[in-house]
């Protein structure tokens, strides 16, 4: 006999209604000598009563079907039609309700057996034997099925996890979940770290608890250098690091996982006693391996997004032109960790007529933006360079899209601060209006433009602007004002605002804008000031 059959099999509380108190005592004594337990009621509504009482409920009733105050028929159809009993499996027994149609009745109104007197005793026990049977097996159906669907949201939620913290979270919680009962979660970082997030019982929140310096224990596990899931049994006081479920006592439950050789496993750690069967094993294991999948995906999106930066900041100036025809400052803030990177990108040439500024952006957020946009700034500086103005530059630019990335569009504005005069020439394809603010304070939105580059359009001519000494002016990309719950126009009134109280060096308002405009995180941003001298 199975050890599965031998657990359905064994003994249970049982509730016995009937209004005789011989039957009652013949029926209870067969029970008991069975080894079940037995609390009885000697009509439909003490039957009902009982049961709802009960602590632990019974797993099965037998029900006579004449009782005193209602039948056995409607004790069935009450018992079924409650949530909290469905589950019981309900024996009428009858010595007067013997015909074919009394057991068809009671079969079809809820019965899961009908049994006439007198009853063997061996007919008894095996009949409510079958019952239990059958009910736990649906029982652990019912549980295991609710269980993956406690796996399922688990597995979301560690994949919908951006940060190794969260992902800890969502392991230390969903193995509460799964097993009820208090669970810790050890991740180990690229640089050795382990981030720890423990929860005490099912259901409680996860909490984080103090970074160690490396992997409980180097990891001693059955794993050893090979990539999978396994789960190890080890003693309470064996653990090295202090652990939620240290608390319970006993011996505990380990499991680890790894998805690439020579990775720190992922471990997943709960008391030994909440793992007593293979579905339960099963089911830590899944949820462990699942949580190393999540966190070599997490590592490798920090390792892309490292060098996907990386790369992007090769693509901008290293540092400023020294000038003496202005004073010039940058930010440069890359978008979240969470969002891919952009195409925003600056621009500060010297050249033998002057200075030429440039802030613009590529579309979309992608290394391959990022690409077009190291493309685009190293041709613009070589234009500019060879004495082009700035509508030329667009022109020029505009072909090379066209050749390179016909489907990608560039916004981009461009200033020419000659060294001979006071004019400004300023060809926008585009971008957010450049800000002039003049020596006396007043604030100009330079508002002409022309169409953004990679439509292969006529760029118009640049427009002049006079700009004496001591004007300040001021580029953005739209990561800086852009936000969900405001308009455009919303936006750009708010910068001219900020530029209008900004400190008068360029650097004080570059910073000045970034505290009032904080990064929110979806965007990259780019801040070019500059404040112009006397020719």
């Known amino acids: 006999m199975t050890m599965q059959r031998i657990q359905d099999e064994r003994p249970a509380l049982v509730l016995v209604v009937d209004d005789n108190p011989t039957n009652r005592y013949v029926l209870g004594t067969t029970l008991r000598r069975a080894g079940h337990r037995v609390v009885e009621a000697a009509d439909g509504a003490e039957g009902l009563a009982v049961l709802a009482a009960c602590d632990p409920r019974p797993e099965a009733a037998l029900v006579d079907v004449r009782l005193p105050d209602m039948t056995g028929y409607e004790v069935c159809e009450r018992i079924k039609a409650d ?150 049994t080890v003693p309470r006081a064996g653990w090295p690091l202090p652990a939620a479920v240290r608390e319970d006592g006993g011996d505990l439950a380990v499991a680890f996982a790894r998805t690439k050789p020579g990775r720190p496993p992922a471990a997943v750690v709960v008391p030994a006693a909440a793992v007593s069967t293979p579905h339960d094993r099963d089911l830590l294991t899944q949820l462990t391996h699942t949580t190393a999948l999540a966190l070599e995906a997490l590592r490798a999106y920090d390792e892309e997004r490292t060098l996907a930066l990386t790369l992007q900041r090769s693509f901008l100036p290293e540092a400023l032109p020294p000038t003496s025809r202005a004073r010039l400052a940058v930010r440069y803030a890359p978008a979240s960790r969470h969002a891919e990177i952009g195409g925003d990108f600056y621009e500060a040439v010297r050249t033998p007529t002057g200075l030429v500024l440039a802030v613009g952006d590529v579309a979309g957020h992608s290394l391959e933006a990022a ?78 433009h022309g169409p953004l580059l990679g439509l292969a359009l006529p760029n118009p001519e640049p427009v002049e602007v006079v700009a004496a000494p001591g004007t300040d002016l001021v580029l953005v990309t739209d990561g800086l004002i852009e936000r969900r719950d405001q308009s455009l126009d919303e936006g750009l009134t708010r910068l001219s605002d900020a530029v209008a109280t900004a400190p008068k060096d360029p650097e004080g308002l570059c910073d000045h804008l970034l505290t009032t405009f904080p990064p929110d995180g979806r965007d990259d941003v780019a801040i070019l000031a500059a404040n112009l001298r006397g020719r």
Do not use: K
């Open 83 to 232: 949530p909290g009993t469905a589950y019981l499996p309900v024996i009428h027994i009858s010595a007067s309700a013997i015909s074919a149609s009394d057991r068809t009745q009671g079969l079809n109104r809820g019965a899961d057996a009908y049994l006439t007197e007198p009853i063997a005793p061996d007919e008894l026990l095996a009949t409510l034997t079958a019952a239990l049977r059958y009910t736990r097996a649906r029982h652990r159906a019912e549980a295991l099925a609710a269980r993956l669907a406690r796996l399922n949201e688990t597995t979301l939620s560690l994949y919908g996890a951006t940060t190794a913290v969260g992902l800890a979270q969502a392991a230390a919680e969903g193995a509460s979940r799964l097993l009820d009962t208090a669970a810790d979660a050890f991740l180990t970082a690229s640089d050795g770290s382990v981030t720890h997030l423990a929860t005490t019982a099912s259901g409680a929140p996860a909490r984080e608890l103090p970074t160690v310096p490396e992997a409980p224990g180097t990891w001693r596990h059955s794993l050893a250098d090979r990539v999978g899931a396994a789960v190890d």
């Open 371 to 448: 690409m077009v946009m190291g493309q685009v700034r190293h041709a613009l500086r070589a234009y500019a360079l060879d004495g082009h103005a700035p509508h030329e530059i667009h022109r020029r630019l505009e072909r090379i899209l066209a050749t390179h990335d016909p489907l990608t569009s560039v916004t981009l504005c461009t200033v020419q601060v000659p060294d001979g005069s006071d004019v400004l020439r300023i060809a926008n394809a585009g971008h957010i209006p450049p800000l002039l603010r003049d020596p006396d304070g007043t604030v100009r939105e330079i508002t002409d």
